[in-house]
């Protein structure tokens, strides 16, 4: 959904002198990456997906919204010193955690016992943020407004307290959770019928790590 809805979405007027980037400048990516993330969790909450089965239960799209600052807390974990994060997918994530706590106060880090945690605190308001920050950011690509950019990117997206830094990466080093991890996809097969319609998909033989890697490098290079 990120990938699909988020990044392919997004088009802008033709009165837009040039691309967004050259307005955006170095804040292009960030906005960008946040968009789509935006996208996700907004249409994540679609009753369609419960329609076509592409989620089980309304309780997935919540969850989906509650790790959502859990995630971006955690990723603290990954930075081990400094007070700023680089990484565009990274200062997304904690750009729109930043911005829902801050400017809506609808999510919260809550101190217990000297443990972090993240929590939603208002539900139905983080769905009604996640919109109007899509909106903004829309509005902020389509008409090159590099400074409302400037000011979300500076304000929300890049600096965090070292303190809760390092609580996190203690944290994580106790409870074992790796910096990054990586996973096999499934393999998945079209089952087509005798008339040429597509009936089923399979999940193909398993893979190892590696040649799925090798296999989808190839496949990148063999991109029309
Ligand atoms: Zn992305």
């Given at each position: 959904m990120?990938e699909?809805?988020?990044?392919?979405?997004?088009?802008v007027?033709e009165?837009?002198?040039?691309e967004p980037v050259?307005?955006?400048?170095?804040?292009?990516?960030?906005l960008?990456e946040?968009r789509?993330?935006?996208?996700a969790?907004?249409?994540?909450q679609d009753?369609?997906?419960?329609?076509i089965?592409?989620?089980?239960d309304?309780?997935a799209?919540?969850?989906s919204l509650?790790a959502?600052p859990r995630?971006?807390l955690?990723?603290?974990r990954r930075i081990k010193?400094?007070?700023?994060?680089?990484?565009d997918?990274?200062r997304?994530?904690?750009?729109?955690?930043q911005?829902?706590?801050?400017?809506?106060g609808v999510?919260?880090?809550?101190n217990?016992d000297g443990?972090?945690?993240a929590?939603v605190t208002?539900?139905?308001?983080?769905?009604a943020?996640?919109?109007e920050l899509?909106?903004e950011?829309?509005?902020i690509?389509?008409?090159?407004?590099y400074?409302?950019a400037k000011?979300?990117?500076?304000?929300?997206?890049?600096?965090?307290?070292?303190t809760l830094?390092?609580?996190?990466v203690?944290r994580?080093?106790?409870?074992?959770?790796?910096d990054f991890y990586?996973?096999?996809?499934p393999?998945?097969?079209?089952?087509?019928?005798?008339?040429?319609?597509?009936v089923?998909?399979?999940?193909?033989?398993?893979?190892?790590?590696?040649?799925?890697?090798l296999r989808?490098?190839?496949?990148?290079?063999?991109?029309?």
């Amino acid at each position: 959904m990120h990938e699909v809805l988020g990044h392919a979405s997004g088009k802008v007027p033709e009165t837009l002198a040039g691309e967004p980037v050259d307005h955006l400048r170095e804040t292009y990516n960030t906005l960008e990456e946040a968009r789509a993330e935006l996208l996700a969790l907004f249409h994540g909450q679609d009753p369609l997906l419960l329609e076509i089965g592409a989620l089980s239960d309304a309780a997935a799209a919540e969850e989906s919204l509650r790790a959502y600052p859990r995630f971006a807390l955690m990723q603290l974990r990954r930075i081990k010193q400094g007070d700023r994060i680089e990484d565009d997918h990274m200062r997304a994530a904690w750009m729109i955690t930043q911005w829902l706590m801050r400017a809506k106060g609808v999510v919260a880090f809550v101190n217990e016992d000297g443990n972090t945690y993240a929590r939603v605190t208002d539900l139905d308001g983080m769905r009604a943020g996640i919109a109007e920050l899509t909106r903004e950011i829309q509005r902020i690509k389509a008409t090159g407004d590099y400074d409302a950019a400037k000011m979300l990117v500076d304000e929300y997206a890049i600096h965090f307290d070292p303190t809760l830094r390092d609580e996190v990466v203690a944290r994580a080093a106790r409870a074992g959770v790796p910096d990054f991890y990586a996973a096999v996809m499934p393999r998945m097969v079209p089952v087509v019928g005798a008339d040429g319609v597509l009936v089923d998909v399979a999940l193909g033989e398993p893979e190892s790590f590696l040649d799925q890697m090798l296999r989808f490098d190839r496949a990148e290079q063999e991109w029309p």
